[in-house]
């Protein structure tokens, strides 16, 4: 997302007056929008690896449960489910929370 906005603030700079705003050279709007792209694969490697050691020290199952939030998800028949009995698989801390649902 963030390679995409600043291309269109380094195509459209004259229109947006961004870059001028706040005294930016489109040489270094260029810049930036490289960097964005060189460290999108970098990061994607960095949060797999964050999202392992978690699992392994800690023990949280986040990518089973997002998996299997995808799939409830995918198979409720309301669109906010707070008044229905909770998960009994979930920590009871956050069962409530994962009980409203949430989606995009």
Known sequence: MVPFVLMI???FANETKIPQSYIMRLADLWIFFTFTVVVII???????FTLHVL???????TFD???YCGYKNSVRTKRWLNQMNLDKSIKHDFRSLDGFCFSS
Do not use: A, N, R, S
């Open 65 to 67: 449960y997002f998996t």
């Open 9 to 11: 603030i380094t195509v």
């Open 42 to 48: 970098p990061q994607l490697c960095q949060d797999v």
């Open 55 to 61: 699992e392994l020290t800690h023990g949280y199952k």
